[in-house]
């Protein structure tokens, strides 16, 4: 359903135009008005990312902040590219889940591959047997993994576009996308994750795929804030529809046979399963529930997966492991992001042997700013991986990624973390 993406800075857009989209002092009154009404100046009632700070990123942005303005000239282009594309349906998959009800969400498990030939009798080249790291390119076709993923991508850019910008056309779209994909009844996901990455011939459904949700779906939470703050398209009943999508997630992830066992995991999916529970939770209206979860996490997933020496054993075992690495924190920081809106804070946190989220940002320093190499399996290293996690463990106040900050790789399509200062997985593989 994807269309063509737009030009770098839309259709009809001219310079001062561009100006006043991001607006710049310098930018006429008119030209602003041409583009778009100027978004309200709310605090969004976000989740992970601060609220305040990306309204204290605003007022900059305003004042003509060099800075802020690359980042949302980078922020601008990725949104322009997203105006062409969508909305997204779970419904249009050529096949339905193993249920039978196009509405349920489909993935397949990402590692697992078939070892016969495909033939009428065996049309799926059963058995699959799993090869780690190593990524089934037909997991991309044929179920809802990659559409959820272009779900997510475009909904947090388009949102954080319009909050910076004021332009009319990037809420509307981030609207009809989470209209279509969560609300349309002809259209909507059934809020459930029973048949995520399904192994063919051995699985209709795993635990481990409520990682496809739990990696990314607190960004749409934040996006969902931010478009309560007064956009254009997004109404009241939109709000209370989204609220009751989530509170039926919500209560799946918290009573299913799926959710209890992924919140058994003692690895990354553990850690993920916590961040979108608080997450979730707090979103809901249930700050009781998300507060205990992160107080929760400093016994249960601090003290267990990071070493006395910063490494997270569990992770470096993987062929992936400096992905894995990475990724790993990218949950414990959101999860401690989501801590410090609730009065728990994680980055005091000290373990009985010395383990803490500063230590496991610093024992990757070295590889982060190209100081040293990484010394572990890796397919595929890509240094800015490690870019955001140590921005949070920078503004956390830890002296030494304060310092490697000006050593980080940008990644592709730049570095935004000051317009959206949470930590986020920046080399997806879509992986488990």
Known sequence: ????????????????????????????????????????????????????????????????????????????????????????????????????????????????WPTKPRTPENPWGCPYVQRDGERNPEVDTGTDRPDIGNVVNSVTTLALAWYYTGRNAYAEHAGRILRTWFLDPATRM???????????????????????????????????????????????????????????????????????????????????HDMQLAALAAATGDRALARTVVREARAKRIDPQIAPDGSQPQELRRTRSWHYSTFSLVAHLRLAAIGRQLGVDLWAHRGPRGQSLAGAVRYLLPAATAAAPWTHPELDFRRYAATDVVHAAADAGDAGAREAVRGLEAPPGGDLWALRPAAEQLDSIAGG
């Open 1 to 112: 359903m994807a269309g063509t993406p737009s030009g770098r800075w839309g259709a009809g857009l001219t310079s001062a135009a561009v100006a006043a989209a991001l607006l710049l002092p310098a930018a006429p009154a008119a030209s602003v008005a041409s583009v778009a009404s100027v978004a309200p100046d709310r605090v969004p009632n976000t989740v992970v990312i601060k609220g305040k700070r990306l309204q204290q990123a605003k007022q900059k942005l305003r004042a003509g902040d060099p800075a802020l303005r690359r980042a949302a000239g980078e922020l601008v282009a990725k949104a322009d590219r997203w105006l062409g594309q969508g909305p997204w349906t779970v419904t249009d998959k050529p096949r339905p889940a193993p249920s039978g009800n196009p509405h349920d969400y489909l993935s397949q498990a990402p590692y697992w």
């Open 190 to 272: 059934n809020p459930h994750l029973d048949h995520a990455q399904f192994i063919p011939c051995r699985f209709d459904g795993r635990a481990i795929g409520i990682i496809d949700f739990s990696q990314m779906y607190t960004g749409v939470l934040d996006a969902i804030a931010i478009l309560d703050t007064g956009a254009p398209g997004w109404h009241a009943a939109d709000r209370a529809a989204m609220r009751s999508w989530n509170t039926a997630f919500l209560n799946w992830l918290r009573t299913s046979a799926f959710g209890k066992e992924e919140a058994a995991a003692t690895n990354n999916h553990g850690t993920f």
